[in-house]
């Protein structure tokens, strides 16, 4: 014998975990896309394409 009915808690807690799950990934991209920035400089498009660019070194 199996209970089947869903108490109205699981319905909120389900919910509650969906929203903490999108922001988890909303910060996740946020701090990806923050971090592509600071490395390539700006010109992401560039490095998409896979443009290296020139680096000034010994």
Known sequence: MSISKQHD???RRFGRNVGVGLLLVSFI?????????KVTGGDISG???GDRGEQDGG
């Open 47 to 49: 490095a998409l394409q």
């Open 9 to 11: 808690l699981h319905k």
């Open 29 to 37: 991209v946020i701090v990806f896309g923050m971090t592509m920035v």
